[in-house]
């Protein structure tokens, strides 16, 4: 149903990490940037080169479509005027991109009345791609084999299963959520759209973010991958996100799973957010499309 959105979101994600992967190659000098949270974060020539290549690209394809960008401005209005509304991470993970570990993507979102509906993840140091379309399932691309379709796995016991959680900005309260949930595995990585790749491989089971500073472009792509693998995404409340608000932040935290263990995740999460002082956030609403 998206074939033109698809191809073209794989071919710009593909172009795009041709020139971050020549940047990073050489010396990368990271600038500080206050972020839609009013923190400050790290950002780099190549963040912004490859918004460029992808926002321009999407902007020739598709003319009528909003495009948000982390490294463009939000022309709020126009956004939330459109039903369709392409979500970009340019370099998910820049701490990790800047030291060199390997663990960032391009990521390209596509919402549609607010919901994900297309997303491709591609790691561009592993030369592995993700991508889905929703209603036509999950792949993943590695290098010159065939596209694998991406199933989650059905386990529900937390002492075999792995928790995925961040590596560049791991949480206070991590230890007493491996605790909380007697996790006897834990992989600790960068980059959203690769921790919930795990996910969708077999090879996590959940991904917990306490977190409130990640914002659409962090989830959109990575949300419909997962959800097409047989995954689910939502807040650390069980509230799946939308993509049509105003406020670009993910307050309530994220929560990946398999799936099968989801609302079990949500329910032994709650009285840890409790003893963390973790509330629940009300977001914007929505303004009335024009």
């Not at 509906?117 to 993943?140: C, T």
């Not at 398999?258 to 999460?269: D, F, K, P, T, Y």
Request: with cysteine.
């Amino acid at each position: 149903m998206l074939q033109k959105e698809l191809e073209a979101a794989v071919g710009l994600a593909r172009y795009a990490s041709e020139s971050i992967l020549d940047h990073y190659s050489r010396e990368i000098i990271a600038e500080q940037k206050l972020g839609v949270d009013a923190y400050y974060e790290p950002v780099t020539v190549a963040d912004r080169a490859a918004s460029r290549i992808i926002v321009e690209g999407l902007a020739s394809e598709f003319p009528d479509d909003a495009i948000l960008s982390e490294e463009e401005a939000d022309d709020v209005n126009l956004r939330l005027s459109k039903k369709r509304v392409w979500i970009i991470d340019p370099i998910d993970g820049t701490a990790g991109f800047v030291k060199k570990d390997g663990d960032f993507a391009v990521q390209i979102g596509l919402a549609i009345d607010g919901e994900a509906v297309l997303g491709v993840v591609y790691l561009s140091f592993h030369n592995v791609l993700y991508r889905a379309v929703k209603g036509e399932g999950a792949y993943a691309e590695y290098s010159n084999e065939s596209p694998k379709e991406l199933k989650t796995s059905p386990e529900t016991d937390f002492v075999r299963m792995t928790l995925a959680f961040s590596r560049n900005h791991p949480s206070r309260g991590i230890k007493a959520i491996i605790a909380g949930f007697d996790f006897k595995n834990a992989i600790q990585r960068g980059s959203i759209g690769l921790k919930v790749g795990l996910i969708a491989e077999q090879q996590a089971d959940a991904y917990i973010h306490l977190s409130p500073r990640t914002k659409v472009w962090d989830t959109c792509a990575p949300q419909i991958i997962l959800e097409e693998a047989g995954g689910v995404l939502t807040d650390l409340f069980g509230e799946k996100y939308r993509y049509d608000i105003e406020d670009l932040q993910n307050h309530g935290g994220i929560v990946a799973t398999n799936g099968a263990a989801h609302e079990e995740v949500i329910a032994r999460l709650r009285p840890i957010l409790n003893e963390l002082g973790r509330l629940r956030y009300e977001p914007l609403q929505k303004p009335a499309r024009q």
